[in-house]
């Protein structure tokens, strides 16, 4: 009995103040959070991370045909083309430049294969012909007396002062070294810098490879033909063995080649109800691509990019859909960027060729990565100095969540001092260049990262709805706003 009245006393207790708090939040409840279903993003996260899709790889088919599968979603909504031609497309080409085969590097007359014995590290062609010196452990090297004009300086690489925390070991521990010992070589007028590997470097091959094989991309037309560079090798670690021996010399000849790849912005559009703000437009965006099929990690080969970037794709299509149900006084731009994955191409490219005059986006909600890790934290980037384009924006997105989810923001990884750039590294930031207020939403990183792992499966849903509602009340009040969010006084993107 006793027990039963507890009970009855506990749950009456919580019921008054569940009561009291829904009606309190409700009336703070956008009209379209309703739209917003757990089973919808779920659904859609599965089909557009199938398989099938072969993991969308930029400037592949693969991506063009899950672009085509989006723009599909998007009509069956309401959502109207706001492409080129009257479509929901914006197809622009992508310049890939790559070290050619026909390259050969050999030193003291041993030939050395290309990727397998050697890696290059810069995508640029050279001529070298030059005696090597080996300075041993690279902790040893006294940079005052260094006298390394003409010489191809070969470094056994140590990891000391290295952070090795870092995402994609296999490009960013390469800049880390370069900053820490290979910068200065070239300084010191090294004619080409030879790193040889630690244990890390030897980890990292693999996949670094694969990496340096694709060579660079870039928005056509947007930069010269790759000059001349200081090679900047890296041998296996058994290299420290041999390259002690005297008089060898370096014979590099390193040559380009070039190609030209289609790829694509999806782009749709939801009327506002203002006669004149209408004429304004929240910018909505994700990104298509993944990494497409690469090397077998854990059985798989499909680097799907369900989080990176499904989970956004799904969660600005649901935001939009729900302004479609319930339109707010602004207008809606969706814009899903192709070629993301390969340094923003597609961002550049809208930028620089908008459906809509840039003058009339009031602000960019990005999104990367936005479906993993604990279920009541996240982050927002652009929401501190330098980073901070519009106190407005940020203030809008901060009582959003107030109002909604209430996650735990994480403040370390917006700061212009963290190891990964992160606020630098997806979309809104050709944007934010332009001096659009712009944030990026984020759960941040974790160890599927641009692997085959980051599936439809290991998705955290109910977490990927509580972000999709964030994004969607945020953008409830910026699309009802008075007044557009500032732009943060003197605001200038430094990097
Ligand atoms: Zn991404």
New binding site residues.
Partial sequence: MKMIWIVAFVLGTLFSVTTQAQTKSRSKQPAGLQTIKLEDLKKEVYAMADPHFNGRGAGTIDELKASVWFAERMREVGIAPAGDDGTYFQFFSMQRHRISSSSSISIGGRNLKLWSDVLITQVAPAQVSAPVVYLGDAYKIDFNTLNVQGKAVAVKVVPDGINRNVSLPEWRYNRLVMNKYGNELLNKGAAAVIFISDEYGEQAWPYAMENLILGSFANEGANLPPTPKTPVLWLHSNASQWIKKEGLVLNASLMLESFTYPSVNIIGKVEGSDPILSKEYIVLSG?PDAHGIRNVIGNDSVYH?AD??VSVNVAMLATARALKKYPGKRSALLVIHGA??RGLIGSRYFTSHPTVPLSSMVAVLNG??IGRNHPDSAALLGSQAPHRSSSDLVNMAMEANAEGPQFKLDTLWDKPTHVEGWFFR?DHLPYARLNIPSLMYTTLLHPDYHTPQDNAQNIEYEKLLKMTQWIYRTAWKVVNADRRPALEPNFKLER
């Fill in positions: 990104h990019g990176d970037n993301e994955e990367d990565m997806s």
